[in-house]
Every structure is written in structure tokens, then in C-alpha cells.
């Protein structure tokens, strides 16, 4: 009778039990396991629809070559934003075929590349424009035609079309003290939201335009109130963050219609826009100067605001502010400079704390899992996204949806993916399997690419390849 070595069979069961970064611990039945998860702090890793984005324009108006994204993703980021330049076509209703097929080629190229675009229409750079409401709702139609083609590689749109570079100041239908331009207004956002799908948000540049539009104009004549998935998708981009007390207008649009609003009120607006479902709205933008006036007030803020996005190319002084800022430890944030900081908490950080599954279950049987989890980000998921448990065995893979789980509501702090039972199927090959987590993209055409897939911040859970979270590598099947 062979003795087996002490020290040598528990250094085999740690082996077994300590996987993807991970510590576990058996309950008293022997029929579950609670798998503890080694947090990653520090790392700053690319996650789509979040992040820093660049600025490319891409709809072939200047320069083609602009349709190469390596230098994005080599960067590890995984957003671009562009405007679409329609200064040719303020004096026609028709915009060309050739522009519409430059777009779409542009839109294959960031599938390609396994990246998201922002977009904003505007018909003028930086001069007052003029275009009337008709051909505007015309120039709608036309280009959404093509943006809802290839919406799985749209994060969001922004409103554009009306002010200089589209920001909804100095030009017709801006003014905020006046109703009839609110109509406009409306007609526009609800043109927009009415043939996109709801899929994707819509960001705004003023906090007082979302509210007149969402709070305050009577539906104008002809129109319907927007249903509440098109309110939930109505969003903020904030394009002189931190300028001064006020970002530079953002929060001080005074002689409003409906009312004065202090710069207090307005700011609480911004900070208060939640969705229906209690998860949080797309808010982005940029700087818009050298400095920043109130950089002190970066982190409060961008936690305030829930910021998913930011432009990195612009301004790059103000970049360059950030990375020469460097803050102490607080809380789970190490000491780092304030660039990597944003880096790391710009849009959600999904964080396993332990999940509790069996370690080994019969095909055909129930399986049941609970989560917990935290969102070290200044914000949650924005867009809908499934939820899978993977069982991969290398050969055979079974991808079954954890339905009832809106991953959106996981914002910032505590998260918890409930107990869900699922049934396995009864055709599984026994043997031992990965056990994982999936969040891949909601779209069919981009799920079975890992670039979409979200990415937990944890030490060894990821699979790269295979774009999922890694629970444990020796979970056993048997007939």
C-alpha cells in the first residue's frame, strides 16, 4: 500500500482549488463553492463603449487615410469620434450618394478594426449657421439611414446639427429664451431618437436643453411625446469640462422660457440624470482649454456626472495636466498620476469579489451560481449587453443566457449577479471545463468578437482569446 505525502496531497488540492487568481472555500455540504477573486487595482486594460476616445475624422471629406485605426487600438483604446462635415450641403435638401458610401466605408473600417465610433453631424465649423428646419430633418433621415445600418458599431450619437461644431450655441434654433425655437428643438431630438434605433443614446451639449426637451416643452403640434426608452436614451457631452466655475456656459444658460434655473440647479441636473431602470445615462465630451481652471475638482465631478468617455486629443496641455498631476492612495485607488486614474475609472470597472457555484454537476441537471461584484468606476454599463455562463472544455462549449439580469444597473459600488439556476444540457460531454462569465456585445454580428466583450478587473480571470471571465479551470461534468 503506497503512503502519499502529507505536505505533497495538500499542495495538490490547493493546486485544484486556488485557480484564475482565485481562493475558494467548500460549505459544510460539500455541494458548493465559494470562489474568492484577487482584485486588480492598478492595471488600466481596454473595455469597449468606455474610455478615452480620438479624434479621426472619417467620412472622407479631407483625407482618407484617416480610415487607419491601428495606432487606436495599439493605444488600447477602443473608441473613436468624428464628425460628419456637411458644409457642402447646406444648400440642398439631397446630401450626395458618395458621401452616404464614404460613411459607410468608414463604418466598415472601425468594424474591422474592432473598435466603436461616437459621431456628430454639424453643417458648419466655426461660423453661425443657418439652415432651415426642414432640410435639417431631411439631412436627418438621410444619414440615419446609414448610421442605423451599422448601429452595432456606433457607441452613441451626438445631437450636432444645430450652433458651431454642432454644440447647440450661436446659430438658429439656440436660443434657450425662446419657446419656438424649443419646438424646433424638439423636433429634432425626436427625429433623431425616431428613426435610430434604441439602441443607441443620444448625448446632448446643455443640460438646460435635455430638461426643456425632457422636462418642461409641451409636445408641439404634430409631435408625440417621446416614449420613456427614448427618454432613458437622452444623454449629456459636456465639451468644456472644467473650464471655469461654470465650464464655460455648460451650467450658466440663464433667461431660460420656463424659468430661471441658478448655476447650482443646473449642475444638480446634470448630476441627477438616471435612467428608468436606476442605471446610468452616457455622458462624455472634452476639455476645451490649455488649463483647467478647476482640476481639483476632476475626480468629484467625473464620479458626480458618471463620465463614460473623454477625448483625449484635445486639449492636450490640459492632458498633460492630468499626467503631471499625481494623487495619493484613496480608498481601492492606489497612488497614480490623474491620467491613469481617468484611465482606469472612465465608464464602469467590473470588479468579481467571489462567486459561489458547484465544483462539479451532472448533464442534464440544475446548476445554480450567485455573484458579488463591484463597479470601481465612475460609472455603469450604459448600453444593453446579455449576460452568459460559459462551461468550455476546450473541445465543446455551452454558452446558456442568465436571463432577468440587466448589467446596466451594476453602477458604481456594490454589484451582485443574484442566485440564477439554469439547466445544463443533457447532451454534455463529461470532463472537467472552465467555468466563465460572459458579457459580450449585444449585436449578433459582434458577439463573437472578444474586443466587444467586457473584461473584469481582476489578476487571471481574463481570456483574452476567448473574450470571457474565467471562474475556474476544474469544474467537472459527469453523466
Known amino acids: 500500500m503506497k503512503i502519499v505525502n502529507s505536505a505533497a496531497f495538500h499542495l495538490l488540492v490547493l493546486f485544484y482549488i486556488s485557480l484564475a487568481g482565485c481562493t475558494s472555500k467548500t460549505n459544510g455540504s460539500g455541494e458548493q463553492t465559494t470562489v474568492s477573486y484577487i482584485a486588480d487595482l492598478k492595471s ?27 495606432d487606436i487600438s495599439a493605444a488600447g483604446h ?17 446630401i450626395p450618394q458618395s458621401y452616404l458610401d464614404e460613411l459607410q466605408e468608414a463604418l466598415d473600417a472601425i ?7 461616437i459621431l ?40 450636432g446639427y444645430l450652433g458651431k461644431w454642432g454644440e447647440w450655441h450661436s446659430g438658429w434654433y439656440t436660443d434657450l429664451s425662446n419657446r419656438s425655437d424649443g419646438d424646433t428643438r424638439y423636433r429634432i431630438i425626436e427625429r433623431i431618437l425616431n428613426t435610430t434605433p434604441n439602441s443607441l443614446p443620444l448625448v446632448m451639449r446643455y443640460p438646460m436643453h435635455i430638461r426643456e426637451i425632457l422636462e418642461e416643452i409641451p409636445v408641439p403640434e404634430g409631435s408625440k411625446p417621446l416614449t420613456q426608452v427614448q427618454r432613458d436614451r437622452v444623454g449629456h457631452h459636456s465639451d468644456c469640462f472644467l473650464y471655469n466655475e461654470h465650464d464655460r456656459g455648460t451650467y450658466a444658460r440663464y433667461d431660460i422660457w420656463f424659468g430661471d434655473q441658478t448655476l447650482e440647479q443646473q449642475k444638480q441636473y446634470a448630476f441627477d440624470m438616471i435612467t428608468s431602470y436606476g442605471g446610468n445615462k452616457m455622458v462624455g465630451g472634452e476639455t476645451c482649454s490649455p488649463a ?14 458618471n463620465w463614460t468617455e473623454i477625448n483625449i486629443n484635445f486639449w492636450e496641455d490640459a492632458i498633460a495636466m492630468w499626467k503631471n498631476r499625481i494623487l495619493p492612495a484613496d480608498g481601492n485607488d492606489p497612488a497614480e498620476s490623474e491620467f491613469v486614474r481617468i484611465s482606469r475609472k472612465l465608464g464602469y470597472r467590473l470588479r468579481l469579489i467571489d462567486a459561489t457555484f458547484p465544483m462539479s454537476a451532472t448533464a442534464g441537471s440544475n446548476f445554480t451560481i450567485s455573484a458579488n461584484l463591484n463597479n470601481d468606476g465612475y460609472a455603469g454599463i450604459v448600453k444593453s449587453r446579455p449576460i452568459f455562463l460559459v462551461f468550455d472544455n476546450g473541445t465543446n462549449r455551452y454558452d446558456i ?3 432577468g439580469i440587466d448589467v446596466r444597473t451594476w453602477v458604481s459600488g456594490p454589484a451582485a ?32 468578437w472578444p474586443e466587444y466583450s467586457v473584461r473584469f478587473a481582476n489578476q487571471d480571470v481574463w481570456d483574452a482569446a476567448k473574450g470571457y471571465n474565467i471562474l475556474t479551470n476544474a469544474l467537472i461534468i459527469r453523466y
Open 78 to 94: 477602443t473608441l473613436v469620434h468624428s464628425y460628419l462635415r456637411l458644409d457642402d450641403f447646406k444648400e440642398t435638401d439631397i
Open 417 to 448: 449577479l443574484s442566485q440564477q439556476t439554469v439547466a445544463l444540457p443533457l447532451n454534455m460531454v463529461p470532463g472537467k471545463y472552465k467555468l466563465a462569465l460572459w458579457l459580450p456585445d449585444a449585436s449578433a454580428s459582434l458577439q463573437s
Open 111 to 117: 468594424r474591422a478594426s474592432g473598435l466603436k465610433i
Open 401 to 403: 443566457e442568465l436571463t
Open 292 to 305: 483647467i481652471d478647476r482640476i481639483d475638482a476632476t475626480q468629484i465631478e467625473m464620479a458626480m456626472t
Open 120 to 159: 456628430r453631424p454639424t453643417h458648419v465649423w466655426d461660423e453661425k449657421p443657418s439652415v432651415p428646419e426642414s432640410r435639417i430633418l431631411k439631412h436627418i433621415e438621410q444619414l440615419n439611414a446609414v448610421i442605423s445600418r451599422n448601429a452595432d458599431v456606433i457607441c452613441h450619437l451626438e445631437a
Open 44 to 70: 488600466v486594460f481596454p473595455n469597449p463603449e468606455r474610455g478615452w476616445h480620438n479624434r479621426r475624422d472619417v467620412d472622407g471629406r479631407e483625407n482618407n487615410d484617416d480610415r487607419d485605426f491601428t
